[in-house]
């Protein structure tokens, strides 16, 4: 191997992009060079576009991340867009290994009639609405409806409840975008109706976040005793596991709590599934639901199964929340059925012949699909970096041009990206954070791009 450090490029700046950063650069064998590239002039993905404004906690990770971008071997480069401004052939002659890091960035669709009305969303438009994502900004969901019904029962889903269920004297102190603080002030929703298609004992919220429901201000959460009854099945798998255990006692004492007069209600429906949005004037106007019952398949999974059984919700917003999807990017493989990168141990695979593709890993969302919480990402990106380690000692190394003139910062200007650094970043977020103090917020985001750019030039 010759001297020179081994230069690595990581296409998205979210916490899997971190933590494959913080892992290469805490190796010994091998001397680094990581470059990260993200869409936007912000990093950490996720993390601040994700990341529900009212867990500030979950955002402190943050502070590790930007001590791993102030290593000297990491740099930045935000505002550069993969696919649209550069793709492979820019990056290869510049760097031995390319990861990517870049995701989940659509989501599953319910493939139900009425799924294109307007007041039909899926949760990851209205998280990154309320997260300020510059693409989203406009997004202007119609709060003006007193019902809405949320699809799935995973944490994203306990998310979207949960901020439509705040008021916003229990928001304001959050990072939420000013547009969203705004609308959901004037926002007339009473009824937040969360339903899962499958039991209580297999929804896949986790226990503080199902728990935080019944501390609500401005809600009560409410559960009908009749969804809480288990089959053999369902007890038997409760009752050996804790978390599920624990879950269900959580619904129980909803379900014996009642409403208690608060102004709004999230109310968690199980064992029924979206059958059809209604709509009016091309907008949602109500949305059918059909009952149903669990069947085991050979391997002991529980599925749902349609009793033939409908009930009408009286809704005017319907959000999806089943599940993120990966969206493909040009000459990088991609399975359409799972949508996400095929690969084995996060080295990416060409999907014709099985083999790993040289010199190309995945790490993250963009890996293993979206599952998982922020830390699941470190043990995963962990195990990328072993392989790419592994990789290097038989992996032929490109002659790298480093000569003014031809180096990855000429190459990037020559496609017009015009790429903020981490210091620029920096003046960005203490601008942000400025902003916040002053109304005891944590931030006020900046939700356009030019803005962000302005500010990172001071
Ligand atoms: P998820 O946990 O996989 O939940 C998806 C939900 O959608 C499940 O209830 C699933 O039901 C349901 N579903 C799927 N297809 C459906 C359909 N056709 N009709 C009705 N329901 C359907 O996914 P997620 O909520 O998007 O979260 C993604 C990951 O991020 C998870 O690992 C989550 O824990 C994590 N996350 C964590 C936090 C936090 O820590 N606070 C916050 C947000 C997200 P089935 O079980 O029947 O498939």
Redesign the pocket.
């Known amino acids: 191997m010759s001297d020179r450090a081994v230069r690595i490029a990581v296409v998205g700046a979210g916490p899997s992009a971190f933590y494959a950063a913080a892992a290469l650069v805490k190796q010994e064998d091998v001397a680094v060079r990581v470059d990260l590239f993200d869409r936007l002039p912000a990093p950490y993905g996720l993390v601040r576009y994700?990341?529900?404004p009212d867990?500030q906690n979950?955002k402190a990770v943050t502070r590790a991340y930007a001590r791993t971008a102030e290593d000297e071997r990491v740099r930045f480069f935000g505002g550069v867009d993969f696919g649209a401004q550069i793709d492979l052939a820019t990056l290869r002659p510049h760097y031995d290994m390319v990861v990517f890091a870049v995701g989940a960035q659509s989501d599953?669709a319910?493939?139900v009639p009425g799924e294109d009305l307007r007041g039909s969303l899926s949760?990851t438009e209205f998280v990154a609405w309320y997260n300020g994502h510059p693409d989203r900004r406009d997004l202007a969901p119609d709060l003006d409806v007193e019902g809405v019904a949320v699809?799935?029962?995973?944490?994203?889903?306990?998310?979207v409840a949960r901020i439509l269920a705040k008021s916003v004297d229990e928001l304001r102190g959050t990072d939420i975008a000013d547009h969203a603080l705004e609308a959901l002030a004037r926002s007339r929703v009473e009824r937040i109706h969360v339903?899962?298609?499958?039991g209580p004992a297999?929804?896949?919220?986790?226990t503080?976040?199902i728990r935080e429901f019944g501390t609500l201000e401005h809600a009560d959460a409410i559960v009908d005793p009749a969804d809480l009854e288990l089959d053999a099945h369902s007890r038997a798998s409760i009752e050996h596991d804790r978390v599920s255990q624990t879950n269900y006692e959580i619904l129980q004492s909803y379900a014996e709590r009642g409403a208690t007069g608060k102004p709004r209600q999230v109310r968690f429906g199980f064992l029924r599934?979206?059958a059809e949005i209604h709509g009016r004037d091309g907008r949602v106007a109500g949305l059918r639901v059909e009952k149903n019952r669990l069947v085991s398949s050979a391997d002991g999974y529980l599925n749902?199964e349609g009793t033939g059984e409908f009930e009408e919700l009286d809704v005017g917003m319907v959000l999806r929340?089943?599940?993120?999807r990966g969206v493909p990017l040009p000459g990088v493989p991609f399975d359409e059925r799972r949508g996400r990168i095929p690969n084995d141990h996060g080295r990416v695979l060409n999907p014709e012949t099985g083999e790993p593709v040289p010199g190309m890993y995945v790490v993250g969302w963009a890996k293993r699909g979206?599952?998982?919480?922020?830390g699941t990402n470190k043990k995963d990106a962990e195990e990328t970096v072993a392989w790419m380690l592994r990789d290097l000692r038989h992996l032929r190394r490109a002659g790298i041009d480093d000569r003014p003139g031809h180096r990855i910062e000429d190459a990037l200007r020559e496609a017009g990206c015009d790429a903020v650094t981490f210091d620029e970043w920096r003046a960005i977020d203490a601008a942000e954070v400025a902003a916040g103090e002053a109304e005891g917020r944590p931030r006020r985001k900046f939700v356009d791009v030019a803005e962000m750019r302005a500010a990172a030039r001071g």
Not at 202 to 206: E, G, L, Y
Not at 321 to 324: E, F, N, P, T
Not at 370 to 374: E, F, T
């Open positions: 994700g990341v529900a867990h979950i599953r319910l493939g949760a699809i799935g029962v995973g944490n994203v889903a306990m998310d339903l899962g298609r499958r297999q929804a896949k919220f986790t503080p976040e599934s979206p749902a929340s089943v599940g993120y979206p599952s998982g919480v922020i």
